[in-house]
C-alpha cells in the first residue's frame, strides 16, 4: 500500500507518494533512483589513491564507494556549481548553473523558487515514489511548498548519524557506539523502502531516494580518526597541499575528517545491503558524491580551487551501464545528474535545465575521455554565510575548469574572500581567541568554518605569514593556474605575457557561458548585491 509523502524542498524537500494506475509506472520498467549525497565530502577515496597516489587518498579506505565503482563508472573530474551547501544542491536538483537559481543560489537566506523545476518533484508527479532521509537543504519553511505540502521525511528513527564522531566516541564500547549509529541508519532506509513493515518494497511504484549525511561536516571530535578508524595523522606527512602547514594539529584534523568520510562509506554498505534485500539493486540508478571540498581548511569549502570544487562520483547501475568498471574523465558538473534521471525515467527534460545528460556516457564502452564535447566545468559563487562581511556581501567569483587550466574572476578583489576580521575589513582590535576560532566560524573569517586548522593558520599569521594569506589573503581579479604544472595552484599566470592569449581565450569562453545562461553577475550585476540577497 502506498502512502502520501510530501517532498517539501523548503525545509529539506517535500514529498508526495503517489500510488500509480498504469503498468508503465511498475518498477522493473522503469529504474529507481537513489542519490547518496555526503555533506562537505570532497575528492578522498581509496579509488582515487590507486589512480593518483601521494595524497591523502592514500591513508583511507573506502571499500563500498570503490565496489560501486567497479561495478559502474569512476568519474575523475566531477565538480560542483558552487562549493556551498544550498547552492550546490539548489543547482542539483534543478540541473541548472547555481546562479540561475534565483534565492537559492546563496546560502543563508535562501527560498526555492517551486517554479523553478527539481528532478524529484517531476518524478514523483510521473508516478514515483520519493523521499529522504537527513540533510537535502533547508531553507524557508514547509510553507513555501507548493499546495500547502506538509514536511515528510524519513528520520524516524533519528538523526545521530550526522553528528558520528561526537556519539561514537560517547560510548564506552567504540565498535558498538558505531553498529549502533549504522543501525539508525539501516532503519531510516528501510522505513522509506518498506514503509509498511512487510519486508518488500512499498508499493509498485519505482522510487527516488535521496540520502544526505552531514557528518563529514564540522565539526568532528579531535583524535577520532585515529581511535575509531586507525588513521594516523602521521601517515598524512608530506601528503597534504604545500599551502597548509604540514603539523601536527592541521594533520589530526585531516584525519579526524577522513575518519567521517570512512563512516560516511560504512552507510553506503548499508544502503547496498537494503537495496539488495528487497531485490532491487540491480534495478537501481546508485549515485555516490559530495557537495564540496573539505571545511576549514585552506582553499577547501568556499573556494574555486580544486579542494573546494573536485568532488567523488560513482553510480552504479547495470542495467543502464555498459562495460562497468571504466574510470571515466570528462568533466561532469553535478547539475548533469537532473536530466540524466529525468531521462533515465523517460521523463522530458525541461527547458530550463542548462545541463547536459549523462545517458550516452553510460551507453559508451570505452574509458578515458568519452565525449569530447564534455572539456570544461563552469563554477562560482556569491554569498556563503550571511554575516561574513559588512553588509552581507558576497564574494562574487565564476570560473572555467579545463584539462590544463583553471581560469578565476573575482569580480571584488577589495573584499576578502573568507570575510571580514579584526584589522581585516573590521576596525583594528585583538583577533579571536584560539578557542573562539576553532568553535565559532563567525569570530573571524566567516566563510572559512571554524576549525583547529583555522585557528593556527590565524594565530600563526606572524609566524607563518605565507599560510595565512594562502587561506584568508586577499586575491587579484584574475587568477590563471596551468593544473598539469602546477596542480595545487601555487603560482598565478594571469599577469605573465607568455599566457596572454590562454586567459583570453578562457575569458572569452568563460563570459560566453555566463551570457548565455543568464548569470545576473554579468547581465546585472548589482542584482546580488541587494535585497532580498543581502538580507
Known amino acids: 500500500m502506498n502512502r502520501i509523502v510530501r517532498f517539501a524542498l523548503a525545509t529539506a524537500i517535500a514529498c508526495i507518494t503517489l500510488s500509480c494506475s498504469t503498468p508503465s509506472c511498475g518498477a522493473a520498467e522503469r529504474p529507481n533512483i537513489v542519490m547518496a549525497f555526503a555533506d562537505d565530502w570532497g575528492k578522498y577515496a581509496s579509488a582515487y589513491a590507486k589512480l593518483q597516489p601521494g595524497g591523502p587518498s592514500d591513508v583511507i579506505s573506502t571499500p563500498h564507494f570503490d565496489a560501486i565503482a567497479s561495478e559502474g563508472i569512476l568519474f575523475t573530474r566531477a565538480y560542483v556549481s558552487a562549493p556551498s551547501c544550498t547552492p550546490c544542491r539548489s543547482s542539483l536538483l534543478s540541473g541548472q548553473h547555481f546562479w540561475r537559481c534565483g534565492r537559492a543560489s546563496i546560502l543563508q537566506g535562501a527560498i526555492w523558487d517551486f517554479s523553478n523545476p527539481a528532478y524529484p518533484l517531476i518524478l514523483e508527479q510521473s ?21 500547502g505540502a506538509e514536511r515528510t521525511s524519513f528520520n524516524n528513527h533519528g538523526r545521530k548519524f550526522n553528528g558520528f564522531s561526537q556519539n561514537a566516541m560517547k560510548a564506552e564500547d567504540h565498535e558498538a557506539g558505531k553498529a549502533a549509529l549504522l543501525d539508525e541508519v539501516r532503519n531510516n532506509v528501510r522505513s522509506f523502502l518498506d514503509a509498511d513493515g512487510d519486508g518488500a518494497v512499498d508499493g509498485d511504484a519505482p522510487f527516488c531516494y535521496w540520502f544526505g549525511p552531514t557528518n563529514c561536516h564540522r565539526k568532528w571530535i579531535a583524535g577520532s580518526g585515529k581511535t575509531l578508524w586507525g588513521i594516523d595523522p602521521d601517515d598524512l606527512k608530506g601528503k597534504l597541499p604545500p599551502y597548509l602547514p604540514d603539523v601536527d594539529v592541521v594533520r589530526e584534523d585531516f584525519a579526524d575528517y577522513l575518519g567521517e568520510a570512512q563512516a560516511f562509506d560504512a552507510s553506503l554498505g548499508v544502503i547496498l545491503e537494503e537495496l539488495r534485500r528487497i531485490g532491487q539493486l540491480d534495478n537501481t540508478i546508485l549515485v555516490v558524491s559530495g ?23 560513482a553510480i552504479r547501475w547495470p542495467q543502464g551501464i555498459k562495460h562497468p568498471g571504466r574510470v571515466v574523465d570528462d568533466f561532469v558538473s553535478l547539475p548533469d545528474l537532473a536530466p540524466t534521471f529525468l531521462e533515465a525515467a523517460g521523463e522530458r527534460v525541461p527547458d530550463v535545465m542548462t545541463a547536459k545528460s549523462l545517458l550516452n556516457v553510460f551507453a559508451s564502452e570505452q574509458g578515458g575521455q568519452v565525449d569530447p564535447t564534455r572539456d570544461a566545468v563552469f563554477t562560482g559563487r556569491e554569498r556563503h554565510v550571511a554575516k561574513a562581511r559588512e553588509g552581507n556581501k558576497p564574494y562574487p567569483q565564476r570560473a572555467i575548469r579545463t584539462d590544463q587550466y583553471l581560469y578565476i574572476i573575482n569580480f571584488a578583489p577589495d573584499r576578502w574572500p573568507m570575510g571580514d576580521a579584526a584589522g581585516y575589513g573590521r576596525p583594528d582590535g585583538p583577533m579571536p581567541s584560539l578557542e573562539l576560532l576553532r568553535e565559532n566560524t563567525f569570530s573571524a573569517f566567516g566563510d572559512l568554518d571554524a576549525s583547529p586548522t583555522k585557528a593556527w593558520v590565524v594565530m600563526h599569521r606572524d609566524q607563518d605569514p605565507e599560510s595565512f594569506q594562502y587561506a584568508v589573503g586577499k586575491r587579484p581579479e584574475a587568477e590563471l593556474y596551468d593544473i598539469q604544472a602546477d596542480p595545487h595552484c601555487m603560482v598565478n599566470l594571469a599577469t605573465d605575457v607568455n599566457h596572454r592569449a590562454t586567459r583570453e581565450a578562457l575569458h572569452e569562453r568563460l563570459m560566453s557561458q555566463l551570457e548565455q545562461t543568464g548569470d545576473p553577475r554579468v547581465s546585472d550585476d548589482v542584482v546580488f548585491e541587494r535585497s532580498p540577497f543581502t538580507d
Open 127 to 147: 508516478g514515483y515514489r520519493i523521499g529522504h532521509t537527513y540533510k537535502v537543504w533547508s531553507p524557508g519553511s514547509p510553507r513555501d511548498a507548493p499546495h
Open 291 to 313: 557537495d564540496h571540498g573539505i571545511p576549514g581548511v585552506t582553499r577547501g569549502k568556499c573556494n574555486l580551487y580544486d579542494l573546494g570544487t573536485s568532488v567523488p562520483l
